[in-house]
Nanobody, 128 residues
Framework: QVQLVESGGGLVQAGGSLRLSCAASGRPFSNYAMGWFRQAPGKEREFVAGLTWTGSRTVYADSVKGRFTISRDNAKNTLYLQMNTLNAEDTAVYYC?????????????????????WGQGTQVTVSS
């Protein structure tokens, strides 16, 4: 079992920045591929960013590429999402997720169903 707890969400003006954190506990964090997803009201949950368990490969949704950066600190059992140049379309509940599979391909990393553990989410609201 892995427990995931997100933090760092909040209200920010358009053009601003936030850094989300996801603290993991339970089984060794370094064994998992990790991802960030988001869900806006009335929309399906969508992939935002992901990285392999080694951190050697990162993948981003086109909508956040160049603005968001995913990273992990295995020593601290923490996943991060640095979000810059935020806009109103980034408003959503953000979830971190962990996969027990060794996700390596783009399809694997971006697919919601490939992740086994989810956090409770943290709200990000961008005012325009």
């Amino acid at each position: 079992q892995v427990q995931l707890v997100e933090s760092g969400g909040g209200l920010v003006q358009a053009g601003g920045s936030l850094r989300l954190s996801c603290a993991a506990s339970g089984r060794p964090f370094s064994n998992y591929a990790m991802g960030w997803f988001r869900q806006a009201p009335g929309k399906e949950r969508e992939f935002v960013a992901g990285l392999t368990w080694t951190g050697s490969r990162t993948v981003y949704a086109d909508s956040v590429k160049g603005r968001f950066t995913i990273s992990r600190d295995n020593a601290k059992n923490t996943l991060y999402l640095q979000m810059n140049t935020l806009n109103a379309e980034d408003t959503a509940v953000y979830y971190c997720a962990a996969s027990t599979d060794s996700l390596t391909t783009y399809i694997q990393i971006t697919t919601t169903g490939r992740y086994d553990y989810w956090g409770q989410g943290t709200q990000v609201t961008v005012s325009s």
